[in-house]
């Protein structure tokens, strides 16, 4: 295939490769193509290396393609461009701390140092926990912050606030605010006037009142005020009067927020001391550290700029990320490419002024930063703009409805301020127009989107360009159904269930409202306090009617089976442990239930939480909806369900964008917090503690309640939304709703039908039926297993184990977190890794390893598909240690126990390995063994065959209470 040409706009941006640029680069224009065009046209000149040239992305995956993409653009191979900087913001960040970041903590008046060791902890479930048991430390060494600890509402919320504060710059010092970033946090009045006059204004010409002191006529329902507070005629004047009074502007914007200030500015400089102390750094801290390291220590800026920096999508840059790009740079050749309207992350404290007010805020910032030394090169530039316009994707159909999703209303009294000036227009390069646009919508809203898509399928009226640029009917695998919550999506999941239809999530899913997480969660309930919450999941899971349950709890005698059950975890001394016993008892398997016991796993093992505490992390998790990407597959010929975030990037022949419903898009409006940032008014307090009366109360805070009024709604991201979504579309465009469609849809320029469901369920010969990755089953493709599931773990309980091993049984040696050590450290000393033995199970493991000659694998998973019954199964596992020599091939399985009883079980999970081997390296002998590091033998043991193996899943699969 020939390789495409590039358009002129496309051509200037390739070939421009001095000075400093702005690219608006809409969707499906080419942008990916023409970054890296660009930048192998830079490197490839002879007085330019890989490590001149800065590519940010903002995604690992777009960093892989964008390098991947070079080569073909370029004179370097993937080998050359492996280490060259083509990387995430987060990632370049912790390459910069790790070469020259260990004493820059000391710049804020930190003790800590960064080093060589110092983790980046990805997971915000398991910092949200680490924060909460920083929290817990710092309340009982403050208490002279007990006011503001009475008027938060959650601890967690102070995490937030101090990402948002991080993103914008804004660091503690041992003494007071980096940089003066307490200015930041007064905020600033003449901005917050121009908007409160804004809504102050009288309308209608003067004859009616303004929105703001319409707005106020509830102002006090509701609230407790202090005695400070005005009354509502204070505040709004009297009878007929059109406006609030000008001084109340400046009474609602002063306020004493010194206490605040010292207060926010404690848990911020001791949770970053808490985090080094405990050696690692989150995604905001990376940043923070890096930008205070190179406004710093100029020798390490000097080392660490560029000569080129290209940024991509630099709508959903930070104001920190804009000034790093600009600290990284060492000349004026920066290129940001980006669009405002596909600014959607928000709440990853993405900032789309960076595109909107690029000028504006590249002289300020650039003049902040230089505003004491030389740090960076910008002096009022003046921007090459380029303006992508040519699209790629989707016809001129889809471009239109696009554009005027842009600027539709998102509610009623909506006030839209796009400026049809500022909307790139786009052409389409799209072969034939044939897009159909409608909306559909019925009260039950699921199955008129199943129903729809069926009517799709194979329709000649919804044909998508084939192939051979050819048009052709659509099949399922051409649809995407984008929602803008989850909870949509798991409904519609759940009904497309009933009818085996072929559809997929793929994206966030909310862990702990998954069937999984239930019984988990329900279990460690037992195991806590035998509660009765917990019995009643794990009974009606069981099959147990109402009545029945209620009999069983009221006795607190329960059946046989769950009840030994439950004696058996009471035996395992890991957390770990029990969440694999009841996820193997439950037939649990896939990404889901992996990324369940990763999170609980490494939770425990990463906090101080104790079982109980856990069992509250797994609530709030319920609560708030705690969210895990797990991707799930129904096959390739299926529906993709998707949040509209998760789609972005994505193109699909046809969308349909569902739940158009009023309160769902945009969603209803939720609590603020407590405590929080925003521009222009800073730093500001919703609720206050207050003991001035008889009963110390929480107060609501009567300024947040007029402030709130002069902000505007986040409309614009909701706008933004909506065209993200659209412009995912090449052909088709299909709107859903159900009683009450969104102000949206009513805008738009849509016919909407009412249609009558007609769901057919459908009979695949192979089946891709809707797998929900919080469903409780897999659906009727191969049922996963693991050897654990095959094995009877009675053996392993630790009370018997002990009455076995008697006296002489090391204490080490009895429970499976020990295990879990023994085996980490094999896996690192095979690997090569710098460990040392601290035991002498450990110091066998070590003999073992070096005695051994040819190849070494560790940590090997395996997959034995079988055919059991006219079913397909697969067993899943992981092989210690696989040792490979030019005749043979030896499996290895380390086990810590002090006695031989669980040979046999053992000897199954050796088994599916074997089988594996035997046919990975079908020329070669393949023997199994057990190494027992409890006394450094390594026994042999003999496989079963391969029909005995699917016995045992037989036997697994069997009925149980």
């Keep these: ?184 946090l007064d905020g600033d009045f003449e901005a917050f006037r121009a908007r409160f006059d804004a809504a102050n204004r009288p309308r209608n010409d003067g004859r009616k009142q303004s929105a703001l002191r319409e707005d106020l006529s509830d102002f006090g329902r509701h609230k407790t005020y202090r005695s400070d507070a005005p ?174 999703a842009i600027a539709a209303p998102a509610a009623s009294g909506d006030t839209v301020a796009v400026d049809p ?58 649809i995407a159904v984008f929602t803008r919550t989850r909870d949509y999506g798991r409904e519609l999941l759940a009904a497309a269930d009933e009818y085996d239809f072929p559809m997929a999530y793929d994206g966030g899913i909310e862990l702990f409202r998954t069937d999984p997480a239930k019984l988990l969660l329900a279990w460690l309930r037992i195991l806590e306090t035998d509660a009765d919450r917990g019995w009643a999941v794990v009974l009606e899971r069981a099959g147990y009617a109402f009545d029945e349950i209620g009999r069983f709890l009221e006795t607190g005698s329960y059946p046989d089976d769950p009840a030994a059950f439950r004696d058996g975890l009471h035996d395992l001394e890991s957390v770990g442990a029990v969440a694999r016993r009841v996820l193997d008892r439950y037939g649990f398997a896939g990404d889901a239930a992996d990324v369940l016991l990763h999170t609980v796993q490494s939770v425990h093992d990463a906090t101080t939480a104790t079982r109980g505490e856990l069992i509250r992390f797994m609530e709030r998790g319920v609560e708030t909806g705690s969210t895990v990407d797990v991707a799930a597959s129904a096959g390739d010929d299926a529906v993709t369900v998707q949040t509209i975030h998760a789609a972005k990037g994505l193109e699909y022949p046809i969308v349909v964008m569902a739940n158009m419903n009023a309160g769902r898009f945009p969603p209803r409006a939720g609590g603020s917090s407590v405590i929080e940032y925003r521009d222009p008014v800073g730093l500001r307090q919703q609720k206050v503690y207050s003991a001035e009366r008889a009963h110390p109360h929480v107060y609501d805070n009567w300024r947040h309640d007029v402030i709130r009024r002069c902000l505007p709604q986040a409309y614009d991201e909701e706008r933004r939304l909506l065209y993200v979504a659209v412009t995912r579309a090449e052909s088709h465009v299909v709107f859903a709703a159900g009683e009450d469609p969104n102000t949206f849809l009513e805008e738009l320029p849509v016919a909407v039908e009412e249609i009558e469901p007609a769901v057919e369920s459908l009979d695949r010969e192979e089946p891709a039926d809707a797998e929900l990755p919080f469903s409780v089953t897999a659906p009727d493709g ?105 005749d043979r091939v030896a499996v290895v399985d380390y086990k810590t126990d002090s006695t031989r009883r669980a040979r046999a079980e053992y000897r199954k999970q050796l088994s599916v390995y074997y089988h594996v081997l035997d046919e990975w390296f079908a020329e070669k002998a393949v023997e199994t063994s057990l190494f027992y590091t409890s006394d450094g033998t390594r026994e042999r043991v003999e496989p079963l065959a391969v029909e005995e193996l699917r016995a045992l899943v037989r036997a697994t699969e069997s009925p149980s209470g």
């Design 782 to 886: 191969p049922i996963g297993h693991s050897p654990h599931s095959l094995m009877d773990e009675t053996v392993f309980e630790a009370a018997d184990e002990r009455s076995e091993a008697g006296a002489e049984a090391a204490p080490e040696t009895r429970g499976m977190d020990f295990g879990s050590r023994v085996h980490d450290f094999a896996e690192a000393y095979a690997l090569g890794d710098d460990v040392t033995p601290s035991n002498d199970h450990e110091r066998r493991v070590v003999d073992l390893l070096d005695g051994l000659s040819g190849e070494r694998y560790v940590e090997e998973p395996v997959t034995l598909p079988l055919e059991v019954d006219g079913r397909r199964v697969t067993v899943s596992g992981i092989a210690d240690l696989v040792h490979v020599t030019d």
């Design 421 to 478: 000036d500022d909307v790139v227009g786009l052409s389409s390069n799209a072969p034939f127009d044939n897009t159909v646009v409608e909306g559909i919508r019925h009260e039950d809203e699921h199955e008129a989107v199943l129903s729809k898509v069926q009517a799709i399928v194979g329709n000649d009226d919804y044909a998508v360009e084939g192939a051979d640029g050819e048009p052709r009917p659509p099949e399922y695998g051409d």
């Design 1 to 184: 295939m020939s390789e495409p040409t590039p358009n002129e706009a496309q051509r200037e941006l390739i070939e421009s490769t001095a000075g400093t640029h702005l690219v608006d680069a809409g969707p499906g224009t080419g942008k990916t193509f023409a970054v890296t065009r660009r930048y192998g046209r830079i490197v490839d000149r002879p007085d330019v290396e890989p490590d001149d040239v800065l590519l940010a992305t903002f995604t690992r995956s777009a960093a892989t393609e964008m390098r991947e993409r070079i080569v073909d653009h370029s004179a370097y191979g993937l080998r050359e461009l492996a280490d060259a900087p083509i990387r995430t913001f987060h990632s370049h960040c912790h390459e910069l701390l790790q070469e020259h970041g260990y004493a820059a903590p000391t710049h804020l008046g930190l003790d800590e140092r960064i080093t060589g060791s110092t983790r980046i902890l990805e997971d915000e479930l398991i910092e949200a926990e680490r924060f909460r048991e920083f929290f817990g430390g710092f309340r009982d060494d403050h208490p002279e912050h007990a006011a503001f600890y009475r008027a938060l509402a959650e601890p967690g919320e102070l995490l937030d606030l101090i990402g948002e504060l991080a993103s914008k710059g804004i660091f503690p010092t041992a003494d007071g605010w980096y940089r003066g970033g307490e200015s930041y």
């Design 231 to 404: 009354s509502k005629s204070e505040l709004r004047g009297g009878r007929g009067t059109k406006r609030l009074d000008d001084d109340v502007a400046r009474a609602v914007f002063d306020e004493d927020r010194d206490g605040l200030k010292a207060f926010v500015r404690d848990v911020y400089f001791e949770y970053l001391r808490f985090a080094l102390r405990r050696n690692y750094l989150s995604f905001s801290f990376l940043q923070l550290f890096a930008f205070v390291l190179l406004c710093e220590d100029e020798r390490a800026r000097e080392a660490a700029q560029f000569e080129y920096v290209m940024v991509d999508e630099f709508q959903d840059t930070s104001e920190l990320q804009f000034k790093l790009a600009l600290l990284l740079s060492g000349t004026e050749n920066f290129c940001a490419v980006g669009d405002w309207k596909q600014s959607i992350y928000s709440f990853q404290y993405a900032d789309v002024r960076n595109v909107t007010e690029f000028e504006a805020r590249l002289e300020q910032f650039a003049a902040e930063l230089n505003d004491d030394a030389d740090r960076v090169p910008f002096d009022a530039t003046d921007p090459i703009r380029i303006e992508l316009r040519e699209n790629y994707r989707s016809t001129a159909s889809v471009i239109d409805l696009s554009e005027r």
